[in-house]
C-alpha cells in the first residue's frame, strides 16, 4: 500500500493494480461472499481496470497528441468488446438491464424518420427539457446509419467525446499541477471503466460531461485573457449540459460564482463564510428543484424520502445516514459482488469507485490547502461539493453515475492535495488507504 504514491509517482498504476486484485481476491474467499459473479462479468471487470492501467503506463512519458490517441485507441476497443461481451452474454447490445438506456433507444428509433423539428417537438412532449440531448445525438446516428448500426456508431461518438474532454482536461490541469500530474490524470480519466461501460450501456455521462469540462476551463482562461470571447464559450459549454441533466446547470452557475468571490474576497474567513452561506442557499433550493425534476418524470418527493429512509434508516444518528454522508463526499463504495441488477451499472466497472476511494483522503486535503492558501483550485470544489450534496440529499450515495460528471475535477483537487502533502500528512493518507481497503472488504462480505 504504501508504494501507491511516492514523491515523484502518484497513484502508481502497477501497484494500484496489485492492490485491486488483492482486494478482489480476498473478497471471493473469505467465509462471508456472496453473490459472487460470474466467470464472465469478473473476466470484463479485470479486463477494463487491465486497459486503464496499460494505458496510464503508456501514457506517462508521451506528450498530450499521443497520449489522445491511446485514449482514443483504447477506449474504442474496450467498448467494442464490451459491447460484443453483451450481446454474446445477454443477447441484448445494451447490456443486462438496460432500464434507462433502452428508454432513450426507444426514442431515438420512434423519431430517426422524423425531420429534426417534429423530433425536437416529440421530445418536449415527450419528457422534458434535460432529455434533449442525448436523444437528439442518438437521433443524428440513428439518422445516419439507421437504428441497427446506429446503436453500434455511437460507441465511435462516445469515444470521440471522452478524447475531446481528455484534451480539455489536460489543458485545464495544467492551469494548476505539474504536467507530470496532469498526464496522470488525463489517462485515468480517458479510460475509466466507468466511461467504458457508460458507452456500451448506451447512456449519456460521457457527452454532457465534456461540456461541463470546457465551461470550466474557459472560465479560468476568462480570468486571465479577460476576453469576452473566452466567457462566451465557459456559458455557452456550461449552459448545454442543461440538454442533459437539469441539475448539473445551477451547479455550474454556483462555481462562477464561487470563482468571482475568490477572486474579490481577500480574507480566508470572509470566503469561509460565503461558501457556507452559498451552501445554505443551494440547500433551500434543492427541494424545489427536485420537486420540478420530479414532476417532469412523474415521480414525488415522497418516492424518494421512502427510498432514503429504507437504504439508510429513519434517524439522522443511524449508522447508515452517517455512511451515506462520509461516502457521498469522498466517493461511492466499489461492488465487486454481483446480482443482475447490478451487473451493467455497477459491478462491471468497479475499478472508478475504487479508485476514487483511493484518492479520497487526497480529495480532502486538496479542499482543505486550497482554502488555506487560496488556491485557483477552490471553484472546482464548488462543483465536487454540490454535486455530492445532490448524491446525499437524493439517497445515491452508492451509485457512481451521478458522481461520474465531477471526477475530473476531483482528480484535480486530489492532485493539488497530494501536492500539498508534507511528510506527516503522508503518513495520514497511507493510514486513511490502510482503513478504506479494510472497508471495502467489509462492505463486499457484509
Known amino acids: 500500500m504504501q508504494s501507491i504514491t511516492s514523491k515523484n509517482n502518484w497513484l502508481n498504476e502497477k501497484h494500484l493494480f496489485l492492490v485491486y486484485i488483492l482486494v478482489w481476491i480476498t473478497v471471493s474467499i473469505l467465509p462471508g461472499s456472496k453473490m459472487l459473479p460470474p466467470l464472465g462479468i469478473a473476466f470484463m471487470q479485470f479486463f477494463l481496470t487491465a486497459i486503464c492501467i496499460v494505458a496510464v503506463f503508456l501514457c506517462k512519458k508521451l506528450e498530450i497528441r499521443a497520449i489522445l490517441f491511446i485514449v482514443f485507441a483504447f477506449h474504442l476497443f474496450a467498448t467494442i468488446c464490451l ?16 432500464i434507462d438506456s433502452a428508454e432513450y433507444n426507444r426514442l431515438a428509433v420512434l423519431t430517426c ?4 423539428s417534429e423530433h425536437i417537438r416529440y421530445l418536449i412532449a415527450d419528457g422534458g427539457i434535460d432529455d434533449l440531448g442525448f436523444p437528439t445525438i442518438l437521433y ?27 484534451y480539455y482536461l489536460y489543458k485545464l490541469s495544467v492551469l494548476f499541477l505539474p504536467k507530470n500530474i496532469s498526464v496522470v490524470i488525463t489517462a485515468y480519466w480517458g479510460l475509466l471503466p466507468f466511461s467504458v461501460t457508460t458507452a456500451a450501456d448506451g447512456l449519456k455521462e460521457n457527452f454532457f ?17 479577460h476576453n469576452y470571447l473566452d466567457l462566451t464559450k465557459a456559458l455557452f459549454g456550461g449552459s448545454l449540459t442543461l440538454f442533459f441533466r437539469l441539475a448539473v446547470l445551477p451547479i455550474f452557475l454556483a462555481f462562477l460564482f464561487v470563482m468571482f468571490v475568490n477572486t474579490r474576497v481577500k480574507s480566508s474567513g470572509k470566503l469561509v463564510v460565503v461558501i457556507i452561506l452559498i451552501a445554505l442557499v443551494f440547500l433551500y433550493l434543492l427541494p424545489s428543484l427536485f420537486q420540478y425534476i420530479l414532476d417532469l418524470r412523474g415521480f414525488s418527493l415522497d418516492t424518494f ?16 445516514g452517517l455512511l451515506n454522508w462520509v461516502f457521498g463526499i469522498i466517493g461511492s463504495l466499489p461492488s465487486f459482488l454481483s446480482t443482475s441488477d447490478k451487473i451493467n451499472y455497477i459491478t462491471v466497472n468497479n475499478f472508478s469507485p475504487f479508485l476514487t476511494l ?34 446525499i440529499m437524493m439517497s445515491f450515495t452508492f451509485d457512481y453515475r451521478y458522481r461520474f460528471v465531477h471526477m475530473p475535477f476531483a482528480l484535480i483537487i486530489a492532485g493539488h492535495g497530494f501536492c500539498a502533502s508534507d511528510k506527516k500528512i503522508a503518513l495520514g ?13 467489509y462492505y463486499n462480505i457484509s
Open 83 to 98: 459491447r460484443l461481451f453483451y450481446i454474446e452474454e445477454f443477447n441484448d447490445p445494451l447490456g443486462s438491464v438496460s
Open 113 to 116: 424518420r422524423k425531420s429534426f
Open 140 to 166: 443524428c446516428a440513428y439518422r445516419l446509419a439507421g437504428p441497427e448500426f446506429g446503436i453500434h456508431l455511437m460507441l465511435l461518438f462516445n469515444s470521440i467525446f471522452v478524447t475531446v474532454s481528455c
Open 209 to 225: 460531461t465534456v461540456f461541463l469540462i470546457i465551461g470550466v476551463y474557459y472560465a479560468f482562461v476568462f480570468c486571465k485573457s
Open 305 to 320: 424520502t421512502e427510498m432514503a429512509e429504507l437504504q439508510y434508516g429513519t434517524t439522522e444518528t443511524s449508522h447508515a
Open 358 to 391: 483511493i484518492i479520497g483522503s487526497y480529495y480532502i486535503w486538496g479542499i482543505i490547502e486550497a482554502v488555506k492558501t487560496r488556491s485557483n483550485v477552490l471553484p472546482l470544489a464548488a462543483i465536487t461539493l454540490l454535486n455530492s450534496l445532490i448524491i
Open 429 to 441: 493518507h497511507k493510514f486513511y488507504r490502510v482503513l478504506i481497503l479494510l472497508f471495502i472488504i
